[in-house]
Structures are given as structure tokens and as C-alpha cells.
């Protein structure tokens, strides 16, 4: 089960910073990462993580966006500053998995961010 939080109302160039709690350990998945979804819009990818560091970004996070993890306590974040209206969206938490030679995928329930103009 992922549970994200810390997702709101923010003001047009502000910070905000994501939190996704993981009930397993996260050395069980592959990556980890977080997508967006805006109104009417399909769901991007807007950083991964891999468990052994290897961050990616995707076009509209680089240079504003961090996403870290916090092993010991099954975490990881998303840093987000520089925010516009753009950035509205449903914020959510994704992790991957390989297990016995089998995939799967976990879905957090999705942390809303609104930026205002």
C-alpha cells in the first residue's frame, strides 16, 4: 500500500513537498516514482526513483522538481518548487516490483495540488 500526503493549495512560484509512505519496505520494489494527472489529461510521469539512487525526470520536473527516498522510513519525496498552474494536478505515487519473475505495480490513492495564480 503507498499513502501519499502533503499535497494542497500553493501560491504561484511556491514549494511544496510530497511525501509517499510505503507499508512495505521499498528495497522490495525496482522504482519508485511519481506521476501527475491534470483535468482531462493523461498521467505523466514526473520522477522515478531507483532503489539504488538513479533518479529520472521527466520534461516539466527538470531543474524544479527533487524526488528522494528515505529507506528507513519506507519513503519517498517530492520536492517541488517554482510551482505554476501548470503544476495543478492529482499527484500520484507508484511503485515497481519484480517478483518472482512476475511484475507488479502499486498505485497510491493520489495527493491533490492545486497552484494558484
Known amino acids: 500500500q503507498l499513502v501519499e500526503s502533503g499535497g494542497g493549495l500553493v501560491q504561484f512560484g511556491g514549494s511544496l513537498k510530497l511525501s509517499c509512505f510505503a507499508s512495505a519496505s521499498i528495497h522490495s520494489f525496482n522504482v519508485m516514482a511519481w506521476y501527475r494527472q491534470a483535468p482531462g489529461k493523461q498521467r505523466d510521469l514526473v520522477a522515478s526513483?531507483?532503489?539504488?539512487?538513479?533518479?529520472d525526470y521527466g520534461d516539466s520536473a527538470k531543474g524544479r522538481f527533487t524526488i528522494s527516498i528515505n529507506g528507513a522510513k519506507n519513503t519517498i519525496f517530492l520536492q517541488m518548487s517554482s510551482l505554476t498552474p501548470e503544476d495543478t494536478a492529482v499527484y500520484y505515487c507508484h511503485a515497481d516490483q519484480l517478483y518472482m519473475g512476475e511484475r507488479f505495480e502499486y498505485w497510491g490513492q493520489g495527493t491533490p495540488v492545486t497552484v494558484s495564480s
Open positions: 526513483i531507483r532503489i539504488g539512487g538513479t533518479t
